[in-house]
């Protein structure tokens, strides 16, 4: 069946053929349950001495907003939210032909237990192209910038000869945020369809290159994804807020921002059906994201006349998310920025290019988004930079031993938390609760230590039962941050610009001023929300 690829059909003037493909996520999350139960799973490898095989001449990074890993059907989701195969064959789409992000994963090296450094986006992304925490490059929130003596991950790539670009949909990741630094250029789109707008720009950047013998390159797409407000427009004929929910569905809940920060702001209390019908929203974005992401694995592919040259096997590409989503499985909290705990931090990483990649397929060991950094520079035999705190993977990759690691993680430079194989345990020295818009409750214990293997969502503080795990963890939360080595500190300073953005994506609320403070009946205008701020 011909598919109407209208951004295509502009670039190329007709629409493409059609290629194979089948579903490969049950098999993914069979892999992933035995990793997830803490069984070490090795598959056939050839690799021996050194690194074999072929290696990638291009980078293609690729990151999704706001993706928890547990809502993808290559991390064991029972929803077909990431398997277009799947989604065709319920019966929810025609189309099975491309690689989906569960087809990539299973042709790849995915890493079941990844975490981000923050839920919020500017510090984790900072973290992936610094290989810092968030309290060492100073990105600890949305409105900082990366400031200009962190190197960076572009920078490197530039350095070498790679021509860099990068296309995002997140205003935050934008030029004048430090983000850009080492990139030839970075273009941030702004409308409606942003993230299809990033799949076609990047498009013709493609192909307006030699691809044939021009210079290597490092290439970086960020889709907002399932950022909130869930509210998936159709795409190709499929409709997406209809893709998991219940057609039966007779309530009012809904997946807008006005309604679920309302909601959580005012403890309003939500049935069973209300949440499900709102997560199922959710994972309609998170399958919507994964069609465009199959789109531009087309392109890179040369499937099309738009882009005949198949580059993709050429390409190191790498998959991951900034940070994850609550969705209402703590409290009445909805999106992320104030959690320390899996649901939020738990993210996806993948590493896809089977001509050198011949290890393990699913690997339990517990990595970080700052890792990203070392992986990639070593990989291409380029220096790291000194004081990163990341390591490369390439061992593990490569199926060789490597030392166990936790992962860290903060709420800006107030709340700390570490995550082992076995346990969570959240560390709050000042007794302070996250601050961040929407406001609502979300308490946060001075001492917290949960099970995960018994308590995957963390929900059952067992501290007192296990006080001596409790001390060992905070010691070495205490270690970690006392060897830090902050290049940079968060000045506290917001240009209008950010101001402007923070707004638009719900982490800033105007505060009405308060007469009786400023002496005035006359808005005070410094509170003044900016022209063109109101809520997306």
């Given at each position: ?66 993706l928890s890993a547990s809502r993808m059907s290559s991390w064991g989701h029972s929803r077909a939210t990431t398997d277009l195969a799947g989604v065709a064959a319920a019966g929810l789409s025609t189309d099975s032909g491309r690689r989906s992000l569960d087809q990539l994963a299973n042709e790849g090296v995915l ?366 939360l205490r270690t970690w941050v006392s060897k830090l080595n902050p290049i940079c500190t968060a000045n506290g300073e917001i240009s209008p610009e950010r101001r402007r953005e923070l707004e638009k994506l719900g982490y800033f609320e105007v505060q009405e001023p308060d007469p009786r403070e400023s002496g005035s ?16």
């Open positions: 069946m011909p598919r109407m690829l209208s951004w295509v059909t502009k670039l190329a003037g007709k629409p493409s053929g059609e290629s194979p493909g089948a579903s490969t996520s049950g098999r993914v999350r069979r892999l992933i349950g035995l990793v997830s139960g803490g069984a070490v799973l090795y598959l056939a490898s050839c690799s021996g001495s050194g690194r074999e095989g072929v290696p990638p001449r291009h980078v293609v990074l690729i990151t999704v907003d706001t890493f079941a237990r990844a975490f981000a450094p923050r839920g919020m986006t500017f510090p984790s992304m900072a973290t992936v192209f610094t290989g810092r925490p968030p309290m060492e490059h100073g990105s600890i929130d949305n409105g900082n910038t990366l400031c200009d003596s962190v190197p960076t991950l572009a920078a490197s790539f530039s350095q070498a000869g790679f021509d860099t670009a990068a296309f995002t949909a997140n205003p935050l990741l934008a030029n004048r945020s430090g983000i850009e630094r080492g990139f030839d250029s970075l273009d941030t789109s702004y409308g409606s369809e942003r993230d299809l707008e990033v799949v076609t720009k990047a498009t013709a950047w493609l192909r307006a290159r030699d691809l044939g013998s021009g210079a290597p390159f490092f290439l970086w797409l960020h889709l907002m994804g399932p950022h909130m407000p869930y509210e998936p427009e159709p795409l190709e004929g499929i409709d997406y807020r209809l893709l998991f929910t219940n057609p039966n569905y007779a309530g009012t809940a809904n997946g807008s921002r006005e309604f679920l920060d309302d909601a959580y702001r005012n403890a309003v209390s939500l049935s069973r059906t209300d949440i499900e019908h709102v997560r199922a929203l959710y994972d309609g974005e998170v399958a919507r994201a994964d069609h465009l992401i199959s789109l531009f694995v087309e392109v890179l592919s040369g499937e099309l006349s738009a882009q005949p040259v198949n580059v993709l096997d050429d390409c190191l590409l790498i998959f991951a998310a900034d940070h994850g989503e609550e969705l209402h499985q703590r409290g009445d909290y909805w999106a992320h920025s104030k959690s320390l705990y899996d649901t939020v931090l738990h993210v996806p990483l993948f590493f896809r290019h089977p001509e050198s990649l011949t290890a393990r397929r699913v690997m339990g060991e517990i990595v970080e988004l700052q890792d990203l950094m070392p992986t990639l520079l070593d990989w291409f035999e380029l220096p790291i930079p000194s004081g990163v705190r990341g390591r490369s993977l390439l061992p593990l990759l490569d199926d060789r031993p490597i030392e166990p690691r936790a992962a860290f993680a903060v709420w800006q430079d107030q709340i700390f938390s570490i995550r082992t194989e076995d346990w969570r345990y959240v560390w709050n020295p000042d007794r302070v609760e996250p601050t961040d818009p929407p406001a609502g409750a979300y308490p946060i214990a001075e001492r917290a230590l949960y099970n995960v293997r018994m308590d995957p969502f963390q929900l059952r503080d067992v501290l007192d039962q296990h006080p001596e795990i409790g001390a060992q963890l905070e010691e070495r009946d006359e808005p005070n205008p410094s509170s003044t929300p900016p022209e063109g701020a109101a809520g997306e």
